[in-house]
């Protein structure tokens, strides 16, 4: 296993609370965590020195033999001190047609932390692409979007096409695809230290929002039970699987390279050892494809676990 050092991004809507999960922040405008990324310029550092990009692309056994010249996920602690923009991204269709990159963005967030009567914004009430666009023009937020209260330990699977965003006094980990395309629809009429508005994409965000998506909050499933371990399947769509781990003393797992690819972990409560490695609370790691057939779990800890699907 490779530990791995995350990446920051400060953004108009960031905090500081990322200093409470053990992050080392650069400042209290700190909005994301990129704690596994082989993302272009935004690379993380493996325990061994080099950058995961790189190790990815000259070392693709340890990774399956994915087929996809790109590392296919990307994994983010993000803090909400802020509303963020109202947003959608394309799918891998979308994202090859109008901005020439491979993958689109399908997203999941897993709810680490949320003040009381906090919600979300997912999903719309538009039903196609003339009725969204007269209830922009109209500033017809309420009707044109859906929101949800939200908690710790809520789990969203966001499927390139949702409209959605993240509001104010929340922290979520999220699993996505390796993208950064954003589209942004509202922006709450900010503006930076400079009097500046961010950019709108009206015309594109309208082009890629898939107006048959209803999401809702996604229960987690047990798939396996032991007397020190409990396995949880959270989110299982056609571009990734999360899982999350409950291991109380000890564990070991055994998974076959046709069902697994490699493994994304990150650490959210407690610590563990990994096959002689240790993680502390909230450092994050992957398992290389050859380590599958045994992997040795040690601690008192929970875990979420990221894989890409089979393609």
């Known amino acids: 296993m490779f530990k791995i050092e995350p990446k920051f991004s400060e953004k108009i ?25 082989a993302y272009k310029d935004n690379s993380s550092i493996l325990d061994n020195g080099i950058e995961l990009r790189e190790f990815y ?17 990307l994994a983010k602690i993000l803090d909400a001190n802020d509303n963020l923009s109202i947003q959608v991204h394309p ?30 914004i997912i999903g719309t009430n538009a039903k196609n692409k003339k009725q969204a666009l007269e209830m922009i023009q109209n500033k017809d937020w309420n009707n044109f979007l859906k929101t949800t209260s939200i908690k710790k330990d809520d789990l969203f699977d966001i499927k390139a096409g949702t409209v959605h965003a993240i509001l104010k006094d929340t922290v979520v980990y999220e699993l996505q695809q390796s993208s950064d395309i954003t589209y942004r629809l509202y922006d709450f009429d900010r503006v930076d230290d400079n009097g500046n508005k961010r950019e709108l994409h009206i015309e594109k965000s309208l082009d890629v929002i898939d107006y048959n998506l209803n999401p809702k909050k996604i229960k987690r499933t047990l798939i396996e039970e032991s007397e020190n371990f409990e396995r949880y399947s959270l989110i299982k769509n056609e571009i990734f699987t999360l899982e999350k781990w409950i291991i109380n003393n000890k564990k070991t797992l055994s998974f076959e390279k046709n069902k697994k690819n490699f493994l994304l972990i990150t650490v959210i409560k407690g610590n563990v050892i990994i096959n002689n490695k240790k993680l502390e609370s909230y450092e994050s790691g992957i398992i290389t494809s050859n380590e599958l057939k045994k992997i040795n779990l040690i601690g008192d800890c929970e875990l979420l676990v990221g894989n890409p699907k089979q393609r």
């Open 13 to 37: 809507w960031g905090g500081s609370k990322l200093k409470q999960f053990g992050f080392d922040i650069p400042s209290d405008k700190t909005g994301e965590a990129w704690i596994i990324s």
């Open 57 to 73: 692309q000259k070392n693709k056994k340890l990774f399956n033999n994915y087929p996809s010249e790109e590392f296919p996920l």
């Open 91 to 120: 799918n891998d269709e979308n994202a090859q047609k109008l901005e020439n990159y491979p993958f689109g963005k399908t997203e999941c967030w897993y709810v680490l932390d949320a003040q009381k009567d906090t919600k979300i």
